[in-house]
């Protein structure tokens, strides 16, 4: 069933709202368990806080629609074949930055209906900001409209990206990372992905890449197109998988620098260095 679009919206950013007074809430009580999922993934009592309040008000409001949410529901199959309604949620995004008292932090939460994202809402509680949109409705930091900055030069541009928490195959990206900063005029490690690419939406950063899981970018890249940034993938996305959920080798960047870091990104990955020989 389709849906009131804009209800919808409203809906969400009342929830990620909520949400984020539990988790900063959470932080000032000073009662954080730091736990590690897979052996090495930070995860804390407040995400799994905030992801059962998230998922909850979901479920009542719309008893139909499916979850997909880090915590709590992180495998519910592919979603090109799902013909209900999605919702993608990371309760937060930057859980390393909130741990340690860093503010660069967000709740990321997307809708999918017959298979397109259509909403997607990335808040900070930390710094009250809003990063929404719906598609074909432009993209909004609290009630402004927002635009990509089209800044011409790589060499005065900043550039965003990340790490996994896996380290197992650091040197593709390290390799990556040396071309890139040798081109750009900067590079920032920020900590929380959905943040990055909002940031590249409100022209705080020209460009960002990294491979990510789908709650990390599906809200995130929704604002960032609807603010006019091109969103692609510098390798190629494999036959028969829809770009708008494929995770890796995400890249985000005003249209201008886009080929540019496409190419020079595609290169440094087939040119790898072996981490002995870096020097
Ligand atoms: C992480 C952040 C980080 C990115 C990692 C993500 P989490 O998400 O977005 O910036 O580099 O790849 O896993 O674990 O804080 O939700
Ligand atoms: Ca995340
Ligand atoms: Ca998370």
Known sequence: MEMDLQEVQTFAIAIAEQAGEIVCKKRLE???????????ELVTNADLAADKFISEEISKRYGSHLILSEELSPDIGNLQ????????????????????????????????????VKIGVVYNPFTKEMFSALKGGGAFLNDSPIRIVNEPALDRAIIATGFPYEKSNLEPMIQRLRVVLHHCADIRRLGSAALDICWVAAGRLDGYYESLCIWDFAAARLIAKEAGAECGHFSDVPEGIDPQFHPDDLLIANPVLYPELKRILGSAAEKETPLKSLG
């Open 81 to 116: 074949e799902i013909q209900e309604s999605v919702w993608i949620v990371d309760p937060i995004d930057g859980t390393v930055n909130f741990a340690h008292g860093h503010n660069q932090s967000a709740i990321s939460i997307a809708y999918v209906e017959q298979q397109q």
């Open 30 to 40: 000073a009662k954080l368990s730091h736990e590690f999922k897979y052996g090495n």
